[in-house]
């Protein structure tokens, strides 16, 4: 496509409840990144893959939030037994694995968690 | 590992003042910065990019900024702002080392514009 899509762009969810965001990265882009942007707290890094594989999981804030991505495109962020504080918004990016370019980001998904 | 810091979370600027948005960074190895913008209810887009050669790049609506590689600073000018300024801005480093390329963000400094 021609620009990083994220769906839903927003999800309502009861606590406890598990949730999946998706993040289509820009075709040929190599790295995806996942934030998390919340209200007064900033871009939060959670995930970076480059290809299939995460070297940089140390953003993830618990053992209910994991990601995956599949033949070096699609990525999947799931959050089992959702809280009110994971509301946010997810914020995914992609870039090209040359390095001096920019990362590209899609519009976000807005989880509220009720 | 590199870092990126924005020390101030708000910045309040009457219009038609300048301004200034700080951001440090550190890193062992060369990096590659940009400022991105969030303007409200809208995604992130790229504002500039430093990769190489002239420390002082510009942007298509005012906005420069300096690489300072001495100071690890990257901070962002602008001689007068509009209201249309009204932001939230994002600094961001590159690095690429051990075969992987990683973009870090600060946290972002939320710059409002006073009419």
């Known amino acids: 496509g021609a620009g990083v899509s994220q769906s839903p762009s927003n999800k309502v969810t009861e606590k406890g409840k598990d949730v999946e965001l998706r993040c289509d990265p820009i075709?040929?882009?190599?790295?995806l990144y996942w934030y998390r942007q919340s209200l007064g707290q900033g871009l939060e890094f959670l995930i970076y893959?480059?290809?299939?594989?995460?070297?940089?999981k140390s953003g993830l804030p618990s053992d209910r939030f994991s990601a995956e991505r599949t033949g070096g495109s699609v990525s999947t962020l799931t959050i089992q037994r959702t809280q009110q504080e994971d509301s946010a918004v997810y914020l995914c990016?992609?870039?090209?694995?040359?390095?001096?370019?920019?990362?590209?980001f899609g519009q976000g998904t807005r989880l509220t968690v009720v | 590992a590199q870092s990126v810091t924005q020390l101030d979370s708000q910045v309040p600027v009457f219009e038609e003042a300048p301004v200034e948005l700080r951001c440090n960074y550190s890193?062992?190895?060369?990096?590659?910065l940009f400022w991105y913008v969030q303007y409200p209810n809208q995604g992130l887009q790229l504002l500039l990019k430093?990769?190489?050669?002239?420390?002082l790049v510009e942007s298509i609506n005012g906005f420069e900024a300096e690489f300072n590689k001495s100071q690890t600073s990257f901070h962002l000018r602008k001689p007068s702002v509009h209201i249309s300024d009204t932001a939230e801005y994002f600094c961001?480093?590159?690095?690429?080392?051990?075969?992987?390329?990683?973009?870090?963000f600060g946290t972002g400094t939320k710059l409002q514009v006073i009419p």
């Open positions: 075709s040929g882009h190599t790295a």
């Open positions: 890193s062992s190895v060369s990096v590659y």
């Open positions: 961001a480093v590159t690095v690429v080392s051990g075969g992987y390329q990683k973009v870090t």
């Open positions: 430093y990769l190489s050669g002239s420390t």
């Open positions: 893959f480059q290809g299939n594989s995460a070297p940089d």
């Open positions: 990016a992609s870039s090209p694995l040359i390095m001096n370019t920019e990362a590209f």
